[in-house]
T-cell receptor, first 110, second 113 residues
Framework: NAGVTQTPKFRILKIGQSMTLQCTQD?????MYWYRQDPGMGLKLIYY???????DKGEVPNGYNVSRSTTEDFPLRLELAAPSQTSVYFC?????????FGPGTRLLVL | AQSVTQLDSQVPVFEEAPVELRCNYS??????LFWYVQYPNQGLQLLLK??????LVKGINGFEAEFNKSQTSFHLRKPSVHISDTAEYFC???????????FGGGTRLMVKP
C-alpha cells in the first residue's frame, strides 16, 4: 500500500488565489491531520478529523478549510492565499496513537 | 495543556561519535512519547515510541530513548552516528485522553566526517 500521499509536491500561488492540497491514505485510518511546518517552529496543527464527516480546528486554522467526505481523503483548502501561508504542509493519518506522515507539499505565496 | 521543549536547535557531531538529543515535556496527565526523523525534503518518519512498560525504548537505525517520568524527559541517544543520520529530529507527546500530538521545535543533527 502507498500509505499517505499528497499532491502537489510544490506550488507557487499569487496573493488572493485559492487552491486545494490533496491528501489520501489507503490504511483505513479514522484519524487524519493537517500540519504546517515553518523553519525552526516545529509542526503546528491546522485541522484534524476523527472520521468521515467530522472535522475540527487545530492550533492555527485561520485561512484554511477542510472536508472529510470519505475515510481516505482529507483535502485542505486555501481560499485567499496570503504570504503568511508560505510553508510546508504535511498530512498525517492514524489508527490511534502513532501518526503516519505524507511527503509534504511546499507552498510559496508571492 | 502540554508542551514539548527541545533545547538544542542544532547538534554538530563527528561521525562515529555518540550523540544525545534532549527532549523535555510538560503535562499534567500520563503521556505517550514519540521521536520522529525528517530527512531533507521528506516527510516525518517514526523513529520510536514509548507507550508503557520498559522505560528504555529501542527504535530504528540504532537509536534508543529513555523515558524519565521524574525529570519529564525523553532523550534520544545513539552510541555511534553515521553521516546518513544527518536529519531533523522531532520529539512529540500525546496524552492518553486524546489523539493529538504536540511537537517540539526540532533538533537538526549534523554529522561531520
Amino acid at each position: 500500500n502507498a500509505g499517505v500521499t499528497q499532491t502537489p509536491k510544490f506550488r507557487i500561488l499569487k496573493i488572493g488565489q485559492s487552491m486545494t492540497l490533496q491528501c489520501t491514505q489507503d490504511m483505513n485510518h479514522n484519524y487524519m491531520y493537517w500540519y504546517r511546518q515553518d523553519p525552526g517552529m516545529g509542526l503546528k496543527l491546522i485541522y484534524y478529523s476523527v472520521g468521515a464527516g467530522i472535522t475540527d480546528k487545530g492550533e492555527v486554522p485561520n485561512g484554511y478549510n477542510v472536508s472529510r467526505s470519505t475515510t481516505e481523503d482529507f483535502p485542505l483548502r486555501l481560499e485567499l492565499a496570503a504570504p503568511s501561508q508560505t510553508s510546508v504542509y504535511f498530512c498525517a493519518s492514524s489508527p490511534e496513537g502513532t501518526q503516519y506522515f505524507g511527503p509534504g507539499t511546499r507552498l510559496l505565496v508571492l | 495543556a502540554q508542551s514539548v521543549t527541545q533545547l538544542d536547535s542544532q547538534v554538530p557531531v563527528f561521525e562515529e561519535a555518540p550523540v544525545e538529543l534532549r527532549c523535555n515535556y510538560s503535562s499534567s496527565v500520563s503521556v505517550y512519547l514519540f521521536w520522529y526523523v525528517q530527512y531533507p525534503n521528506q516527510g516525518l518518519q517514526l523513529l520510536l515510541k514509548y507507550l508503557s512498560g520498559s522505560t528504555l525504548v529501542k527504535g530504528i537505525n540504532g537509536f534508543e530513548a529513555e523515558f524519565n517520568k521524574s525529570q519529564t524527559s525523553f532523550h534520544l541517544r545513539k552510541p555511534s552516528v553515521h553521516i546518513s543520520d544527518t536529519a531533523e529530529y522531532f520529539c512529540a507527546v500525546r496524552n492518553n485522553a486524546g489523539n493529538m500530538l504536540t511537537f517540539g521545535g526540532g533538533t537538526r543533527l549534523m554529522v561531520k566526517p
